[in-house]
C-alpha cells in the first residue's frame, strides 16, 4: 500500500479522536497547494486523503483540533514531512491532548 494516512489518538481519554478535520497540502514554488482533505472516522483514522500515490516531495498536514477539543491550548495542529518515494506508504499518527501533541512516522 501506498499513500499518505494519519490517526489522531486522545490520549486525555485514552481513546481514537472522531471527527477531526484534516488537510493534506504539498509544497510548490508559490507556497502550498491542497490536495486532500478528509475527516477522521470512529477510530480516529483518516485514509482517503489522497487517491494515489504521492509524488516525492515537501507535505503539511493541518489538523482542526479547535473543532475537536473545544477548550484546548492548540487550535491546530500542522505537521510538515518529506515524502522521498512514491513507493512507500506515509503513514504520520497525531497524539493529542488539550494542551499537548507528538507526532511521529508511523507503519
Known amino acids: 500500500m501506498t499513500g499518505i494516512t494519519t490517526h489522531v489518538l486522545d490520549t486525555s481519554r485514552g481513546r481514537p479522536a472522531a471527527g477531526v478535520p484534516v488537510v493534506l497540502e504539498r509544497a510548490i514554488s508559490a507556497g502550498w497547494e491542497r490536495v486532500g482533505r478528509d475527516t477522521t472516522d470512529a477510530d480516529g483514522r483518516a485514509s482517503g486523503l489522497l487517491a494515489s500515490p504521492p509524488e516525492p516531495g515537501r507535505y503539511r498536514l493541518t489538523f482542526d483540533t479547535g473543532s475537536y477539543l473545544a477548550a484546548g491550548f492548540y487550535p491546530e495542529v500542522s505537521v510538515t514531512f ?26
Open 82 to 107: 518529506e515524502v522521498s518515494s512514491d513507493e512507500e506508504h506515509y503513514h504520520v499518527p497525531l497524539l493529542l491532548s488539550p494542551f499537548g501533541y507528538s507526532t511521529y512516522r508511523g507503519s
